[in-house]
């Protein structure tokens, strides 16, 4: 797998790079339900500790970086039987501030990430079965600092 670039600004460039594939280990392999699993990095330096995947979100105008970040159980490899057992939650990065903070906790399926208008960040849960929409303002969002970068 290769690296991903992260443009949140012109002196803010990060990378995900592939960590590891995880499947669920009673779903057949020829069932596409791969984690691909990412860590995001500044420069060559680990910039966050945390287990991310592909699908992100960049506002360059806000320097606001939303990403889908994987519980630590997915290191758990014996426990993932089924797609069910993958629990993601959203991630913020304000770059403004320098503070990060977790959003969104969601079982077994993925996020739809949209768009921010004004302060309201709209995204959906895709199921199964079906998609819900939310809209979260993203003052809401209990942060912590991350440091700057």
């Known amino acids: 797998m290769d690296s991903i670039q992260l443009y949140i600004d012109s002196d803010k460039i990060l990378r995900l790079e592939f960590q590891e594939a995880i499947h669920p280990t009673s779903v057949h392999l020829k069932a596409d339900h791969w984690s691909f699993v990412y860590k995001l990095y500044r420069d060559r330096v680990l910039f966050d500790f945390g287990l991310f995947n592909s699908n992100y979100f960049v506002c360059e105008e806000r320097k606001v970086l939303i990403i889908e970040e994987y519980n630590l159980s997915i290191l758990d490899k014996e ?71």
């Open 79 to 149: 426990n993932i039987k089924v797609d069910e057992d993958v629990i993601k939650n959203l991630r913020l990065f304000d770059f403004r501030t320098n503070r990060t903070g977790r959003f969104s906790k969601l079982t077994g399926s993925s996020f739809l990430l949209q768009k921010i208008i004004n302060d309201t960040f709209v995204f959906s849960k895709q199921y199964s079965d079906r998609t819900s929409e939310f809209e979260i303002d993203l003052a809401s969002i209990p942060l912590f600092d991350f440091g700057r970068i």
